[in-house]
């Protein structure tokens, strides 16, 4: 049986001048999924938001929500036509409304009683029924932002749009908010779209991850594949750490400056293509003709940063147990069962 697409984002354009913000976006998100939208300042993640919400109008293109157009060249439903909820990183809540109050706050065409009971059961579900009566300054951040997410579930909307929701949290606060938020997602079976800067957050909650530069698409899919397999160097670089070495073709095998590659022997040619390397592809054994530039202390692990006998940079995770000072010889090679991904030299260089 067929399914209706939560959201559907054909050829969308958006310009602000001369700014492109949206070109020619695409995206289609299933019912039940939690989609992650991330990129650079300026990229036009927060215009996509807000073009799906109904507060920018778009130049070009279609929209649809849950199988119905909300904009195309011959539509436009305001946000409150269009069955979304919002959540802002700044909560947005009424100061002078108590918490039941601003969770009933969409739900006011409804009878009393069955107001009500879904603002109760909405409380229930964030945790947050023994605040009830309390106002919005006499939460905590995350009890502020549980509130907004209850708000905006409360109508069952057909999509929730969450803007940043953790960033103005405290770091110590911002995991655990972030767990509880998307654990209410998830029970709720709601469609979400999460607009972050943080990659690591981008990685841990999504489905899917949208990557954006210049008000374009680069690429979408699962975290694993956009870390593990991204589409080009600036995906690569920005969802973590990422070194380049030039690739060798050497017989049947690939090589770089690490060694022999796992996994891509059958490639016709090395061609004008690097090698893309994650520090933890990256391992170091004492003595060798690589030096340990720098060490970045983490805790459980370092990161360090070696040069290579070309004078290329690589970096390495290193572990508590191993001694590896600042100006010591080193070998780099690959972690055996390593199987880094392989990108086209000349390609994405604007």
Request: hydrophobic residues 45%.
């Amino acid at each position: 049986m067929s399914h209706v697409d939560a959201l559907v984002v054909a050829q969308v354009a958006k310009r602000y001048g001369v700014t492109a913000a949206a070109d020619g976006l695409d995206l289609r998100v299933v019912p039940g999924e939690v989609v992650a939208v991330i990129g650079p300042s300026g990229c036009g993640k927060s215009t996509f938001l807000r073009l799906v919400a109904g507060l920018e109008r778009p130049d070009a293109g279609r929209i649809e929500i849950a199988g119905e157009v909300v904009a195309d060249a011959a539509t436009f439903r305001h946000p409150e036509k269009r069955r979304v909820g919002l959540v802002f990183q700044d909560h947005a809540l009424f100061p002078h409304l108590t918490v039941a109050r601003n969770v009933g706050f969409g739900l006011r065409g409804l009878a009393r009683a069955a107001r009500r009971s879904r603002v109760a059961e909405l409380l229930d579900r964030v945790h947050l029924s023994h605040r009830a009566d309390r106002h919005p300054h006499q939460l905590s951040g995350g009890e502020q932002q549980r509130v907004a997410l209850a708000r905006a579930l409360a109508p069952d909307p057909a999509l929730v749009l969450l803007d940043e929701p953790f960033s103005s949290l405290d770091e110590h606060l911002r995991g655990r908010v972030r767990a509880e938020i998307m654990a209410t997602l998830r029970a709720s079976g709601a469609t979400a779209i999460v607009v972050t800067h943080d990659q690591d957050e981008a990685l841990s909650i999504a489905d899917r991850v949208v990557v954006m530069r210049n008000g374009r698409i680069e690429q979408v899919g699962t975290p694993s594949e956009v870390f593990e397999r991204p589409a080009n160097r600036f995906v690569a670089t920005f969802m973590g750490d990422a070194d380049f070495l030039p690739v060798t073709r050497d017989g049947a095998d690939l090589r770089c400056e690490l060694g022999s590659i796992e996994g891509v022997a059958a490639e016709a040619d090395a061609g004008d293509r690097d090698v893309v390397l994650r520090p933890h592809e990256v391992m170091l054994t004492a003595n060798g003709d690589a030096e340990v530039l720098s060490l970045d202390y983490h805790g459980a692990f370092t990161l360090a940063t070696v040069r290579l006998a070309s004078g290329a940079q690589v970096r390495s995770w290193l572990t508590q147990h191993q001694v590896l000072p600042v100006g010591a010889r080193v070998t780099a090679g690959l972690v055996p069962g390593s199987r880094p991904v392989l990108l086209d030299r000349a390609a994405d260089l604007d």
